[in-house]
Nanobody, 117 residues
Framework: QVQLVESGGGLVQPGGSLRLSCVAS????????MGWYRQAPGKERELVAS???????DVADSVKGRFTISRDNAKNTLYLQMNSLKPEDTAVYYC???????????WGQGTQVIVSS
């Protein structure tokens, strides 16, 4: 079992920055492909960025050049650095863990990000 707890969301003005964190319990973190997803009101959940066990990253075109995903396996923590935020980035952001070689898939409860002046 993996439990994921996100933090770092909040209200920020357009052009501002936030850093989201996701702390994972258990020893499966380093074996997991980790991802950040977001869901805006009335829209489907979408992948924002992912990072595999070797540290290779993939970032959605909509946030490329503005968002950076990283992980610290020693701290069991996933990060999402978000810069140059836009109102369209407003959403609930979810942390996801997929344990490699298994069907185990876990979600955090989400953290709200609101970009507004």
């Amino acid at each position: 079992q993996v439990q994921l707890v996100e933090s770092g969301g909040g209200l920020v003005q357009p052009g501002g920055s936030l850093r989201l964190s996701c702390v994972a319990s258990g020893s499966a973190f380093r074996l997991s492909v980790m991802g950040w997803y977001r869901q805006a009101p009335g829209k489907e959940r979408e992948l924002v960025a992912s990072i595999n066990t070797g540290g290779m990253t993939d970032v959605a075109d909509s946030v490329k050049g503005r968002f950076t995903i990283s992980r610290d396996n020693a701290k069991n923590t996933l990060y999402l650095q978000m810069n140059s935020l836009k109102p369209e980035d407003t959403a609930v952001y979810y942390c996801n863990a997929r344990v490699s070689g298994t069907t185990r898939n876990y979600w955090g409860q989400g953290t709200q990000v609101i970009v507004s002046s």
